[in-house]
């Protein structure tokens, strides 16, 4: 019996130890620029179809190269590629970080020394592939992970009903699962999505500078 | 340079924890300023929404700037120090990649409240701050930090007479619900009582090199009453009093 949708679960839950806790998807920046907590759900599905899609993209691609025992640095540098900001690069693999000491843990085996640097999509697929989450559960993993990140980053920044940022996420499910199987059957590295979202990448080098912050990025 | 004898697997990790305003970063500036010449030493600041601790320690000029970092914890400090050590890890392993080889690694948590400790996977040692100030009653209110910490300090002792703290007591207090684990009452104008805080981390430190050392979990809960009249403990083999229902 497969324990996909149950992996799922595990992987998605703000309990995992990967260092989630540290980070809101952008939001913090977007506030401070002059986004408002009634332009979330907004924000929510710009990321859906421009970072978070590129994200998904990339652990789907990295999850079937390393299950034919590919070369990952390839997909990390197409990540890279499609990841303009410098401040989301280095977050990015902080995060990679993060999940390959649940991959070590968890399910352990032989790793590429080069993992250390590689970013969490990446190493996400790895974990997929040695733990036997299915492309289309991974690629759900990522778009719901990036909107409670959002939502609950937007509950420590702004005042308001945890219940309405829960709908929220809930509202964006057909979006995140739509987004899921389009990218499930992708492959190699050239086919990753690659819409990008200026201001986000913008904000987020602003983040970086900023001393008074409650997320890293 | 300062000299090891034996060279360690890696620095010693001390937490420092401790409700907010007891003087954790004063303290660990304390212990840069009288260790820096004969330890290799980094800082690790997890503020909850600035970096004023890694300013601050930055400003008392008492270690290279770049050996101070802070770590943000998405306003979550008990989770970074304890169910999610993964922040405060990394910035640690890029300490030691960084100025290796190091002495020691302290790691300061932003100020939480009295049940937050550190996770033994983060922590080799970790001590618990309290302040006069706060009140000589806070002992007695106990939790894991102030039970089971590898040491307590009770800071800011020279404030005593201001604050209507009668200091000894509160010090005796202190050991006593501690069960005879060390209890420092410290004063940044007491050279003696600074003298004994870095003779314990030395200590510490001999034992962490020897191999001999075991990270303590001060545990998340302290033995707590119900309504129903049961005390009872969380942590195996310390129940004080039969379990009652609920327990």
Redesign the interface.
Known sequence: MSTSSLLLALLGDA??????????AGLEPALRAGTTPAEVPAYLRARLRTVTRVEAGTAVVARAVAAEGGDLDAVEAAWAARTPSPALRANGR?LG??YL?VLQTLWPGPTDDRARHWARPVVLGLLAHRADLCPVDLARLVGYDDAQTVTA?LL?LEPGDPLQATAWVRDLLPDIDRMARQLAPLRTPDEIPSGGAPLIERWAQTHDTT??????A | MPETTKTPARAMRLGVAGPVGTGKSSLIALLCRALSDRLRMAVITNDIYTDEDARFLKSAGVLDPERIRPVETGACPHTAIRDDVTANLLAVEDMEADFDPLDLVVIESGGDNLTATFSPALVDAQLFVLDVAGGGDVVRKGGPGIARADLLIVNKTDLGPYVSVDVERMVREGSAAREGRPVIGLSRTDAASIDELVAWVLGMLDTHRSGDHTPIDPGPMAPHTHADGTTHSHTPGRASAAAGPGA
């Not at chain 1, 309990?15 to 809101?24: C, E, F, K, V």
């Open positions: 309990r995992l130890p990967s260092g989630g806790h540290t980070q809101s902080r970080r993060g000491r980053a420590k001393t008074e912050r409650l997320f890293s």
